[in-house]
Nanobody, 124 residues
């Protein structure tokens, strides 16, 4: 399984970005796919997660109402639409894939499949 993120960049506060996570392999419609971010000097945190087979979604409180996660099963791709961006959203965003949602949520060190990351910088 390979995951490739794209869509990061530099944006002003209040702006929007759309991240994509393109996956390869046969697990897309059975695995959970999550987005994590890591800001300089801070721990990695889960931002959002989707399980394409049932459409269930999770959002961290810090992004609820601003970020939307979605999936395109035909393209094996997960998207993260980020609106009303704030400076605290700055960081490297990674997508990750695991067989179960609970692994993404509680056992990130057990996740085998990670993308290379894409930088998001929000200027204030």
């Amino acid at each position: 399984v390979q995951l490739v993120e794209s869509g990061g960049g530099l944006v002003q506060a209040g702006g929007s970005l759309r991240l994509s996570c393109a996956t390869s392999g046969s697990t897309f419609d059975t695995y959970a796919i999550g987005w994590f971010r890591q800001a300089p000097g801070k721990e990695r945190e889960e931002v959002s997660c989707i399980t394409p087979r049932d459409g269930s979604r999770y959002y961290a409180d810090s992004v609820k109402g601003r970020f939307t996660i979605s999936s395109d099963i035909a393209k094996n791709t997960v998207f993260l639409q980020m609106n009303s961006l704030k400076s605290e959203d700055t960081g490297v965003y990674y997508c990750a894939s695991a067989p179960r949602r609970y692994i993404i949520a509680t056992l990130p060190t057990a996740i085998k499949y990670w993308g290379q990351g894409t930088q998001v910088t929000v200027s204030s």
